[in-house]
């Protein structure tokens, strides 16, 4: 039954940095929109490489905020099988 609410506190946690990593993600696209706003006609050099440099970071950012959102789903299902099986367990003693 510890190891079951070891996991739900770790997907928890997961949760959270997935939360703070889709945050910056969802800032990043902001940016990227209203820099797409600014242009009037064709882009800048300047504003093309800002363009291509907010899009690797969201690419990076959405790798991230994927690996912890699904990290944090897995950890919440094995941690509720694990506190299942603890309770049984505990249960029949």
């Known amino acids: 039954m510890i190891a079951g609410g070891v996991a739900l506190a770790c997907s928890l946690s997961l949760a959270g940095v997935a939360t703070y990593t889709g ?5 990043t696209r902001r940016e990227a929109r209203a820099l797409h706003d600014m242009v009037d006609g064709y882009a800048t050099d300047q504003q093309l490489a800002q363009d ?6 969201y690419q990076r950012q959405e790798a991230q905020t994927l690996g912890f959102a699904v990290a944090s789903g897995t950890m919440m299902v094995v941690g509720a099988v694990l506190l299942g099986v603890g309770g049984r367990r505990h249960a029949w003693a």
């Not at 291509?52 to 970071?57: H, I």
């Open 23 to 27: 945050a910056g993600l969802l800032e």
């Open 52 to 57: 291509a440099a907010l899009w690797r970071d």
